[in-house]
């Protein structure tokens, strides 16, 4: 049943994203954490595969962020604090105000958290649905956000295999990449195609 609610979903969007009238972006939010991790590692067949004991941390930088699906500009946020209702208000404002520039109406899809759906954004949605409104997959299905994609993405580039001293220096490494997918690029436009 729910592969068939996937086939389902994954036909409205590639509908949306067709649809000249309208501009289809996707939302997510992320972690990075301060101790790096390992993607690969080639070990000789005779020595025993080595234990990498990870910095007992739980430090790690949010980010907000969505990509416009028809050309992969990237648009992000850094959250200081947890994710939450008023956190998502304000990115979702901040996204309204630099994605509804064209004619086209921005549809945002994103996942079921709570703090998508909230009360304390509620009103601020219904009167922007006309030309900015989300779109919920369902529910346990991050494989049909393409943002999840970019998340992937950058983690291979920016933190893998890398020792960071302090939490700063992955938020420069992660913003430097972003910076470099502000601007509509291919990287994310093949990345995050729905065919």
Same mark, same amino acid.
């Given at each position: 049943?729910?592969?068939? *609610?996937? $086939?389902?979903?994954?036909?409205?969007?590639?509908? !949306?994203? !067709?649809?000249?009238?309208?501009?289809?972006?996707?939302?997510?939010?992320?972690?990075?954490?301060?101790?790096?991790?390992?993607?690969?590692m080639w070990v000789p067949p005779e020595t025993k595969d080595p234990v990498l004991l990870h910095q007992p941390t739980r430090k790690s930088v949010g980010y907000y962020g969505a990509v416009r699906l028809r050309d992969? $500009?990237?648009?992000? #946020?850094? %959250?200081?604090?947890?994710?939450?209702?008023?956190?998502?208000?304000?990115?979702?404002?901040?996204?309204?105000?630099?994605?509804?520039?064209?004619?086209?109406?921005?549809?945002?899809?994103?996942? *079921?958290?709570?703090?998508?759906?909230?009360?304390?954004?509620?009103?601020? #949605?219904?009167?922007?649905?006309? $030309?900015?409104?989300?779109?919920?997959?369902?529910?346990?299905?991050?494989? !049909?956000?393409?943002? %999840?994609?970019?998340?992937?993405?950058?983690?291979? !580039?920016?933190?893998?295999?890398?020792?960071?001293?302090?939490?700063?220096?992955?938020?420069?490494?992660?913003?430097?990449?972003?910076?470099?997918?502000?601007?509509? *690029? *291919?990287?994310?436009?093949?990345?995050?195609?729905?065919?």
């Open positions: 049943m729910r592969i068939w *609610n996937g $086939r389902r979903r994954i036909k409205k969007l590639q509908g !949306l994203s !067709l649809d000249p009238a309208i501009d289809l972006w996707a939302m997510d939010e992320v972690h990075f954490q301060q101790h790096g991790s390992r993607c690969r992969g $500009r990237f648009f992000f #946020r850094q %959250e200081t604090g947890k994710f939450n209702a008023l956190t998502c208000w304000e990115f979702l404002q901040e996204l309204c105000a630099s994605s509804t520039r064209s004619a086209r109406q921005v549809v945002v899809i994103t996942d *079921n958290a709570r703090y998508h759906h909230a009360q304390l954004h509620r009103d601020w #949605r219904q009167q922007k649905a006309e $030309r900015f409104r989300l779109d919920f997959l369902p529910p346990y299905s991050p494989e !049909l956000n393409p943002t %999840e994609r970019v998340w992937k993405l950058t983690r291979r !580039l920016c933190v893998h295999n890398r020792y960071f001293t302090s939490l700063s220096d992955v938020a420069v490494a992660v913003e430097t990449e972003f910076k470099n997918w502000t601007k509509p *690029n *291919n990287t994310l436009r093949r990345l995050c195609a729905i065919t």
